[in-house]
């Protein structure tokens, strides 16, 4: 297990390297470094201010001295400095990646409890009532663009009930920290939690039923019941757990992907972050704001496949063989 987790960690160090390289010849090397200490210091700054960013990042050094001095920073935790916002880039990313995280947290949990536990019913009742009903509102809300139901829940589940005057459990467009009040997180959340939750749940439901639809064809699932193993136990214990590896991979690169913002949701209900962030940078040609995003996210994406890595070690551990 240990040489396992080291190889993984490993690889992802690796690519992390890959994706800094990357990202430096992208952003550095090819506009040239007039370009990108111009780009840097904002469309406003002086030439004495736009020859200082020149000197303070080595852009007027060889390009292996300029990527050695951004590893560096890197390594140190220095995402660098917006000039156009006159504040660091460590600071812009601090505020919006914990509304990020939260949205992920918090919608990820409620579509795996949602799709995987529908996903369940349909295989264990194929072609019932039940198992018609829950392909049908995943196919729904798989169909479904996620600004449609991000509107659509903000009309029915906030508008409607405003001007109704009943109560109203969402407060979009607000975010109170998770460490200062968790009720009022979760009901500031609630509605981003669901427009996620909904569309991803679609292909949880219909990715669990089919993986477990497979698995009670294998022999040992009938030599389990031919010894009298109760059918709970079975689904529990060795169905649902032989299904669980397409499950972990959609899993980790859903939270990957969202982790560098789930753009689309963020704008719908104006939240600041990662994606939003980014969205905003990018119309303002705010090169370090983007520079940053693309960094934390790209971790984010690696961290998340690190993890799914250990899990199929945990769910199978033949894995760890390889």
């Known amino acids: 297990m240990a040489r396992f987790l080291i190889r993984r960690i490993l690889l992802g160090l690796f690519i992390m390297w890959m994706m800094t390289l990357t990202v430096y010849l992208i952003f550095y090397i090819g506009p040239g470094p007039a370009a990108v200490a111009r780009t840097l210091a904002g469309r406003e700054a002086t030439p004495q201010i736009v020859a200082e960013v020149a000197h303070r990042l080595l852009l007027d050094r060889p390009w292996y001295v300029q990527y050695g001095h951004f590893i560096s920073l890197l390594l140190q935790g220095n995402l660098g400095y917006d000039y156009y916002k006159g504040e660091s880039v460590n600071s812009v990313i601090a505020a919006a990646f914990p509304i990020t995280l939260s949205l992920v947290i918090g919608a990820a949990i409620i579509w795996l409890a949602m799709g995987v536990l529908s996903g369940m019913v349909s295989a264990v009742k194929t072609r019932s009532i039940w198992d018609r009903t829950f392909t049908l509102l995943a196919l729904l809300f798989f169909s479904m663009p996620t600004f449609v139901l991000g509107f659509l829940l903000l009309l029915g589940l906030y508008y409607e009930l405003t001007v109704s005057g009943l109560p109203v459990f969402a407060n979009p467009g607000a975010f109170t920290s998770f460490f200062s009040n968790p009720l009022a997180w979760a009901h500031d959340l609630i509605l981003p939690w669901l427009t996620l939750a909904l569309v991803s749940a679609a292909t949880y439901t219909r990715l669990t039923r089919g993986a477990m639809l497979d698995v009670f064809g294998e022999d040992y699932i009938r030599t389990a019941r031919s010894k009298g193993m109760r059918e709970r136990r079975v689904i529990w214990r060795h169905v649902l757990r032989a299904a669980l590896t397409p499950i972990v ?3 980790g690169l859903d939270v990957g992907v969202l982790i560098g913002g789930a753009i689309i949701t963020e704008s719908v209900f104006n939240l600041p972050g990662l994606g939003y962030t980014a969205v905003q940078a990018i119309q303002q040609q705010d090169l370090p704001v983007v520079i940053g ?16 890595d250990i899990l199929y070690a945990v769910i199978d551990p033949r894995v760890r063989l390889h």
């Open 249 to 251: 991979t959609q899993f």
């Open 293 to 308: 995003v693309v960094i934390i996210a790209s971790a984010g994406v690696i961290l998340a496949n690190l993890i799914v």
